[in-house]
């Protein structure tokens, strides 16, 4: 089964694990100032996507700027993987396309250190892509384990382009911030996957 197919029950009966979902896990971040880059590119590339409504116009003209924004900001010391395979366990139906992983390793030819797990949400409907992120972040903390990697937490987002939520999944248990972002505020969401990449959370 790919990470496509899973809804919030799926995964969570699959993997038994908790689910946390009243938890304001991010609102106290610190927003980091945007670049007139970006801020000018969103200023045509929002109205725009919107006005095609389709995930692939939000996915490239929005959501693969904010998170070019960020790999230039922390000076490609993370990597940024789209549309990559992540097939951890076949038998677990941990495997498939993953919409963006983010990268603690700078090396941007291959996966190591996967960190960030982001999802685009189906339908225009955060919900929908909460269980995919889940079991995109459940693979990743393998992938790490099986790698010696030492992240404690591994983080997650949903977007539909416009609107951002955020995760966190450690030892069994995937906490979903109830609040959610929106790219009118792109420098706290900038903030909040600095944080995450830093893994200063």
Excluded: H
């Amino acid at each position: 089964m790919p990470y496509s197919s899973y809804t919030l029950k799926k995964v969570k009966e699959k993997f038994d694990i908790d689910i946390i979902e009243n938890n304001d896990l991010y609102s106290e971040i610190e927003e980091i100032e945007a670049s007139d880059y970006l801020k000018t590119t969103l200023s045509y590339n929002i109205p725009l996507a919107l006005a095609i409504s389709t995930e692939k116009a939000r996915s490239e003209l929005i959501v693969a700027n904010v998170l070019v924004e960020l790999k230039k900001y922390l000076k490609d010391e993370i990597s940024l993987f789209s549309g990559i395979n992540l097939d951890v366990d076949k038998d677990r139906d941990l495997s498939g396309f993953c919409d963006y992983i983010l990268s603690r390793s700078s090396e941007q030819l291959y996966l190591s250190s996967p960190v960030v797990a982001i999802v685009e949400a189906k339908n225009e409907q955060i919900i929908s892509g909460l269980g995919q992120c889940i079991a995109e972040m459940i693979a990743s903390e393998l992938f790490n384990e099986r790698e010696g990697n030492s992240i404690d937490k591994i983080f997650g987002a949903v977007t539909t382009g416009s609107t951002w939520k955020f995760l966190e999944y450690r030892k069994g248990k995937a906490y979903i911030d109830r609040s959610e972002y929106y790219i009118t505020n792109v420098n706290k969401i900038i903030g909040i996957f600095i944080k995450m990449v830093r893994q200063e959370l």
